[in-house]
């Protein structure tokens, strides 16, 4: 399953006003409800929250880079390539 760990570094860190903060955090939840509706869900992993959708394709139309370890996303080679070295 496709996610990545969401890490909340000071979302208002640069906002100057009360109104900006109130406008990144009212930008914040729109996408979140967006993503919402698109199927992505909030997991808890440990201390970790990882935003995840069980369609790779969808996942990676938004632009997202998938933290799943690499020997979980391989796929395997067609019969043509698995004669060449692996280096």
């Known amino acids: ?3 990545f760990t969401w890490k909340e570094a000071g ?7 009360l109104e900006a ?7 914040a939840a729109s996408l979140m ?3 919402a509706q698109q199927g ?5 992993q440990g201390r970790e929250q ?4 069980r369609d790779s394709d969808v996942f990676e139309s938004w632009g997202f880079i998938n933290e799943e370890p690499a020997f979980r996303q391989l796929t395997l080679m067609n019969d043509a390539t698995k ?3 692996a280096h």
């Open 1 to 3: 399953m496709s996610y």
């Open 33 to 35: 409800r967006r993503m």
């Open 11 to 17: 979302l208002t860190s640069d906002c100057a006003s």
């Open 50 to 53: 990882q935003i995840t959708h």
């Open 40 to 44: 992505f869900e909030l997991n808890t």
């Open 83 to 85: 004669g060449s070295p």
């Open 21 to 27: 903060m109130a406008s990144r955090f009212e930008e």
